[in-house]
């Protein structure tokens, strides 16, 4: 995997993602059940909707933009700042 022209090696790529509160809880549940962290159980997911051949990555996708259409994803504006922040004093 690249970014722009420096290549990038990590185990675990780090996001957010915003996700409806049924989901959440359903998550917590889940994570506790398992004894896994809630990254584990979306992880897991996604893995599992993967390996289904019945859904290709097009259709998963297409899930995944839908939900994003209907869903408020914009970064939230005080981490926005400090995300600005940070970024001004590293050097690139």
Not at 25 to 53: N, Q
Not at 63 to 72: F, P, Q, S
């Amino acid at each position: 995997m690249t970014a722009g022209i420096t290549a990038v090696i990590l185990g675990n790529m780090k996001t957010a993602i915003s996700v409806p509160q049924e989901i959440f809880e359903l998550s917590e549940k889940l994570a506790k059940k398992l004894k896994i962290s809630r990254s584990a159980v979306f992880a897991l997911g996604v893995k599992r909707l993967s390996e289904d051949e019945a859904i290709d990555e097009d259709e998963i996708v297409a899930r995944i933009n839908a939900v994003c259409a209907t869903t408020d994803t914009s970064l939230d504006p005080a981490v926005k700042r400090l995300q600005a922040r940070t970024l001004q004093r590293d050097e690139w």
